[in-house]
């Protein structure tokens, strides 16, 4: 098996601050559409949230977190990614309608770490696309650079299959759907790990380890 590319690491974007910035009429027209949907798919999915934050980086569109707790368990979700849709970055003319469209998933027990400052690099990834280029989907490694909240062992994730908690919205064609996409936070070991043996290898050692994929202070699972 030949091993895979690294993780693509997500470069620091330059912040325009993390208020709730004002909505112009641009934006609004660009939005309004899509935007109101996806909201509306992750509380009929996840309930209501119980926070939210809204980052603006240089060059992007506004992205947005909201946090939703169902008993133990905190959720975060993107809303902004899926406004745009992602194309192929060799692409000489960038196709504004047709592409894939996605959110980010992040779920972790509650009340271990402060996990509310993932908040700003889940942004970053959502950002991604817009600024990097990227095409997200099921199986890529995505890295951050730095721990994902305080003093977390991850530094990376990896996107999982869509479907399971939130599932696809449908569009009006030719608008692909939106797919929500759950990232499962690796260790610098697991991430490695990953990169040679692939992300189904690296999830069926978590399934036959029994690796709680949720807490936010595990350990790396075995790799002998």
């Not at 939703?68 to 192929?88: C, K, N, W």
């Not at 890295?143 to 479907?163: K, N, Q, R």
Request: charged share 25%; with cysteine; aromatic share 4%.
């Amino acid at each position: 098996m030949l091993p895979e590319p690294p993780a693509k690491r997500i470069s620091r974007l330059l912040c325009q601050g993390s208020a709730l910035p004002g909505t112009d009429e641009f934006y609004a027209r660009r939005m309004a559409d899509v935007l109101p949907l996806v909201e509306a798919r992750l509380r009929s999915a996840l309930g209501e949230p119980d926070a939210r934050a809204a980052v603006t980086f240089l060059g992007t569109d506004r992205i947005e977190v909201l946090r939703f707790h169902e008993g133990d368990i905190v959720r975060y979700a993107s809303l902004g990614m899926s406004a745009q849709p992602m194309t192929d970055p060799t692409a000489v003319i960038a196709d504004p309608v047709a592409g894939p469209r996605a959110e980010l998933v992040l779920s972790v027990r509650g009340g271990v770490a402060d996990t509310d400052k993932v908040l700003r690099p889940l942004a970053v990834l959502a950002a991604s696309p817009q600024v990097e280029g990227l095409v997200v989907a099921p199986g890529a490694s995505l890295d951050v650079g730095e721990p994902l909240w305080p003093g977390a062992p991850f530094t990376s994730v990896l996107v999982a299959e869509p479907g399971g908690l939130v599932e696809d919205l449908e569009l009006d064609a030719p608008l692909e759907p939106v797919r929500f996409l759950p990232l499962l936070p690796m260790t610098p070991n697991e991430a490695a790990w990953k990169r040679v043996h692939g992300a189904q290898a690296l999830q069926e050692r978590w399934l036959n380890h029994g690796t709680d994929l949720r807490d936010p202070s595990r350990k790396s699972v075995p790799l002998d």
